[in-house]
């Protein structure tokens, strides 16, 4: 399956953008979606996903109660809803999929997006 994201953008602290990832290639039911991020210097790092039917969804600290991961099988898309933006939010942020269920560790994701860019402002 290939990934497209978009939707990044400069924000200023406190507001709010929608990431998108589109896939094609094969059907997108059957995978697990995950968001991660990339800010300079830093390690890539996970930040939500969603499981195969849409109905379960696990964040990391730093983004829960800000962040909402949502997935469109329908449209072969998947989304993320971020609120209240902070500068530390700042980072590139990718999408990836995975056939089985929920995992936080990047590695065990075998298909990425080429990511987006969001910049938050203070």
């Known amino acids: 399956v290939q990934l497209q994201a978009s939707g990044g953008g400069l924000v200023q602290a406190g507001g709010s953008l929608r990431l998108s990832c589109a896939a094609s290639?094969?059907?997108?039911?059957?995978?697990?979606i995950g968001w991660f991020r990339q800010a300079p210097g830093k390690e890539r790092e996970f930040v939500a996903a969603?499981?195969?039917?849409?109905?379960?969804?696990y964040y990391s600290d730093s983004v829960k109660g800000r962040f909402t991961i949502s997935k469109d099988n329908a449209k072969n898309t998947a989304y993320l809803q971020m609120n209240s933006l902070k500068p530390e939010d700042t980072a590139v942020y990718y999408c990836?999929?995975?056939?089985?269920?929920?995992?936080?560790?990047?590695?065990?994701?075998?298909?990425w997006g080429q990511g987006t860019q969001v910049t938050v402002s203070s």
């Open positions: 990836a999929a995975r056939l089985g269920g929920y995992n936080r560790y990047l590695e065990l994701y075998q298909y």
């Open positions: 290639g094969r059907t997108f039911s059957p995978y697990t």
């Open positions: 969603i499981g195969r039917t849409g109905k379960n969804t």
